[in-house]
């Protein structure tokens, strides 16, 4: 298995994009219900980078999050991890890009098990994958760490329901990186959250980013996030990338009428307090 793409022993090569999308049509339904979602989308997400996608409600962002996860298959066109084709035919290769790819939803509160202990949410992930016991024990107990839920014994065994929003969208962050993924999707991993735990959820991620090296797609409504996280903006209109560039490009001379009008519409709060 050490030659396939996604292998955590094998860092990423830096000269192969990370996630690349090439004609990506994805319909849902048919005839009268047919929904056409993402419509033809390109683009390239190198090693390292942190690309946010933009867009209204409806645009196609959290099909587009699905598709580079291999949660769904394109109806046409090629999604490619690490410069290979993600092939559902393929169990080694998905069992690779399972590993390496994480996504984190916008409710915490949907993504975890309510009977499952904090402990036992973060360890799933370490024993599917065949991490003895007490290694998986060790590795709870440094990401509960790195993700601030300390101490340790008042988390461990605490259940969703004994914690805060954002304690819970820490818990999501934390399994999310249980096996130091280098491909991460959050889509919308903040809106459920007040603006001051935004924040901090926010920052936290991109202290992870330092520390664990991993390439990023961020979905969000809000500018504001997307200037204080993302090197590059996508800006995603009806299916389509209607714009794609250096954020403060996009930010300072948006081309496209759609990203102006979505710039004057949103105040560019959110980027406050976010570590520069
Ligand atoms: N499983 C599905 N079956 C049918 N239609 C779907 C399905 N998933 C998404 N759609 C439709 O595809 C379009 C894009 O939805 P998507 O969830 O990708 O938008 P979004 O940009 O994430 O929106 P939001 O900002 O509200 O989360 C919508 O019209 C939606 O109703
Ligand atoms: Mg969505």
Known sequence: MSALPGDSSQAPDPSVP?????GVVKTFGSG??????????DFDVAVGETLAIVGESGSGKSTLARLMTGLETPTA????????????????????????TQLVFQ????????????????EAPLRVAGVPLAQRMQRVRELLDTV??????????RYPRQLSGGQRQRVVIARAMAL????LVADEPVSSLDVSVRNQILNLMLDLKDSYRFTMVLITHDLGVARGM??????????????????QQVLDDPQHPYSRALLD????????????
């Open 180 to 183: 130091r993924p280098s491909f």
């Open 32 to 41: 009268q219900q047919r929904v056409m979602a993402v419509k033809g989308v």
């Open 265 to 276: 519409a949103v105040p560019l709060l959110s980027a406050q307090g976010l570590r520069p």
């Open 230 to 247: 993302a090197d590059r903006i996508a800006v995603m209109q009806q299916g389509q990338i209607v714009e794609l560039g250096p954020t």
């Open 77 to 100: 066109g090629t999604v490619s991890f690490a410069g290979k084709p993600l092939s559902p035919d393929s169990l080694a290769w998905r069992r690779a890009f399972a590993r390496q």
């Open 107 to 122: 409710s915490a509160s949907y993504s975890l098990n309510p009977l499952k202990t904090v402990y036992s949410t973060i």
């Open 148 to 157: 601030e839920l300390r101490p340790y014994d008042s988390f461990a065994q």
């Open 18 to 22: 990370m996630m690349s999308l090439r």
